[in-house]
């Protein structure tokens, strides 16, 4: 009987130890949009690296077999004004230095991925990658420059608007509150083209996810590279404007474009109930607090939110893995099967039940081969298809 080199003894004995780990992670699981609280890396709530209370963090990607992430950059829309511009940069460039923080704090972890090549690089390494994207180009203060002071930070997607229209494009959730009009057609102003050509030039995908349906036919006619919706759900299965109709969805694929679907209950299911009911708790948590209005990077961590928010989950149950694949499955057969990713939407109102965090991750994995996509169906959507869009905006990149 031969000695088995260790090498080979170490493999065995993972196989076995873990054998779903083996036979069903995909080759990389990328989550596309991930949101961060503010003061995010400075309480220790809210630190990555500890036992936090945020949806995504090191041990929870560890867990659940997520390799990779986009943290996000989001500011709240506000007004198209020089102090409105102002402080939606200073929000801006706090989230950078967070989730700097988190990378300086964590190196053996986690580490900032500007390329594709560089996902694969951690991953094969045993670390975990951050990518960045932003929400809302609002948060470039109007001036093309910040464009590109945000690649050089990292930031590999620009998500042109948000609620609200802005200086980009008009939302397809317009704000009576900011003085938009309930119905748009107009699409891209003369910055938000801007916007897309120099994204194009420096080797940023451009996201059309919050975006109006004009917003993204100008994006589509514009755009030289292939775009994304970095969250985005099927409109045909669920009337919600921010959903996408099936003739975006088929056109985003023949640009060579990924719609990476998101696990967002209220675009996966309408219950106006629990819109109500949300809305009255919103409102509660937020006197209780001794504010105005409710601001969900505020208030969502709040005990009182917290409790209100399980209480509401039991009357108004949240979509299912079922609502949820059978919307990969519809954009799948709309775009094709090259054109579908997944997004959680974790920690900025992701979530559903069977993927409540990044430890489920893998769970999301089984509910879509329980529904008949193959392995290499899998690793398209969890990664490969994004990756190859991603490259192929990189190629098209002319800015040195």
């Known amino acids: 009987m031969h000695a088995m080199p260790s090498r080979a003894l170490l493999a065995l004995a993972l196989v076995f130890a873990c054998p779903a780990l083996a036979a069903q992670d995909p080759p ?44 996000i950059i989001y ?68 001036r093309i420059n910040n464009l590109d002071a945000a690649f050089e930070r990292g930031a590999r997607y620009i998500g042109l608007t948000h609620v609200g229209n802005n200086d980009l494009c008009s939302s397809s959730m317009p704000t009576a509150d900011l003085g938009d009009p309930p119905i748009t057609d107009t699409g891209l102003t003369d910055f ?3 916007v897309v050509k120099r994204a194009n030039r420096l080797g940023i995908m451009v996201d059309i996810s919050h975006s109006s349906d004009a917003c993204v036919r100008d994006v589509l006619a514009l755009s030289t590279a292939p775009i994304i919706a970095s969250h985005s759900a099927a409109h045909a299965l669920v009337n919600h404007p921010r959903n996408l109709p099936d003739d975006l969805l ?97 920690d900025g109102g992701g979530g559903i039940d069977g993927w409540a965090d990044a430890t489920q991750t893998r769970q999301v994995t089984e509910a879509l081969r329980k529904h008949g996509f193959s392995d290499a169906d899998i690793a398209k959507l969890w990664g490969g298809n994004l990756l190859r869009m991603w490259r192929a905006v990189d190629d098209k990149a002319t800015a040195p």
């Open 75 to 142: 500011v709240e829309q506000g007004p198209l004004t020089d102090k409105g511009y102002a402080r939606a940069m200073a929000q801006a460039a706090r989230k950078y230095d967070d989730i700097d923080l988190m990378l300086k704090r964590y190196p053996a972890r986690i580490r900032l991925a500007r390329t594709p090549d560089e996902v694969m690089a951690n991953k094969a390494a045993g670390r975990l990658s951050a990518m960045i994207g932003i929400e809302n180009g609002y948060s470039l203060g109007h």
């Open 28 to 71: 990389i699981a990328i989550d596309t949009h991930v949101d961060i609280p503010l003061n995010y890396m400075r309480e220790p709530r809210f630190d990555a690296g500890g036992h936090s209370v945020l949806q995504v963090d090191l041990d929870k990607m560890r867990q659940g077999g997520l390799d990779a992430a986009f943290f």
């Open 192 to 194: 938000g083209r801007e």
């Open 250 to 346: 088929r056109a985003i694929g023949a640009k060579g474009g990924v719609v990476q679907v998101v696990a967002y209950k209220g675009f996966l299911k309408l219950d106006p109930g629990r819109e109500l009911a949300e809305k009255a708790l919103q409102a509660q948590v937020a006197r209780q607090a001794g504010d105005k209005r409710y601001d969900s990077e505020k208030h969502d961590y709040l005990p009182a939110y917290i409790a209100g928010m399980k209480a509401i989950d039991v009357r108004f149950p949240l979509p299912t893995l079922e609502d949820y694949v059978a919307h990969i499955r519809h954009v799948a057969d709309v775009a094709g099967i090259d054109h579908v990713g997944i997004a959680s939407d974790f």
